[in-house]
């Protein structure tokens, strides 16, 4: 089985759904924790290139995953997996209200998130370096970023978890590639400085300039009907769903 996709940058290809050696990877978990696994599963499913989007290649140079960006990456995955096991997707959901904590089980359709396209102003600034500008919210000084691709993504998450700032600093450090006026060697000590608020400001600057898939979703609870906003959760059952689900 096999789909033509088109990714957020417009990379285009077709891909096809995971065979048994890739459930092997999967289920390795020296390789998880390396995070080759998903660069090997890209890799292996994208079966041919018919537009290459931003990204250069030829006969000699496939397309090189570690270069590609998460948003493309991500979507990538999302289709594979649709087309390995389906479209609907069930997990586990804790209710987070302290006086309910009920667990249950939730379902979405994989194919219903929202994908944003790169906007284009992003596609250019990408292939022109990769260095997008914005301004700090409060002082206006500007900031100079980069979209993330799947090596950035790998070091962030070697940066986290070597304990090197929470998940918001590392979050900015991944992206941030300048501050005016401001040394590279001080830009961690500049982040400690800044405001939380403008952090988080910042942040979002830098995903409004970005596409992707949508992973925020809301679920109600069953028992207080409360609703709440998760980010998707990809627990095991993403790439290796019980067979109960898969026969949903
Ligand atoms: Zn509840």
Redesign the pocket.
């Known amino acids: 089985m096999s789909e033509a996709i088109t990714c957020p940058s417009g990379l285009t290809g077709t891909i096809r759904g995971l065979k048994g050696k890739e459930g092997k990877l999967l289920a390795d978990r020296n390789a998880a924790r390396s995070g080759a696994t998903f660069d090997q599963i890209l890799a292996a499913c994208w079966l041919s290139t018919e537009d290459p989007g931003p990204y250069a290649i030829d006969e000699k140079q496939p397309l090189d995953w570690s270069k590609v960006l998460v948003a493309d990456r991500f979507y990538a995955l999302l289709k594979i997996r649709a087309l390995t096991f389906g479209d609907a997707y069930a997990f586990s959901v804790q209710?987070a209200?302290a006086s309910?904590?009920?667990r249950f089980e939730w379902e979405i359709r994989l194919s219903e998130l929202p994908v944003r396209v790169l906007p284009a102003e992003a596609l250019a600034a990408f292939q022109a370096g990769n260095r997008l500008e914005t301004r700090l919210p409060r002082d206006g000084r500007k900031v100079w970023f980069k979209l993330l691709t799947g090596a950035d993504e790998q070091r962030a998450a070697k940066a986290i978890k070597a304990g090197q700032g929470g998940l918001l600093q590392a979050a900015l450090l991944a992206r941030l590639v300048e501050v005016e006026g401001v040394a590279s060697s001080e830009r961690r000590g500049f982040l400690d400085e800044l405001e939380l608020a403008d952090q988080v400001a910042l942040l979002d600057r830098f995903d409004e300039a970005d596409g992707g898939v949508e992973t925020s979703i809301e679920v109600e609870?069953p028992?207080?009907l409360?609703v709440q906003e998760l980010d998707l959760p990809f627990e095991r059952g993403f790439f290796l769903p019980r067979a109960k689900e898969r026969a949903a």
């Open positions: 209710c209200a309910c904590r009920e609870c028992s207080c409360s």
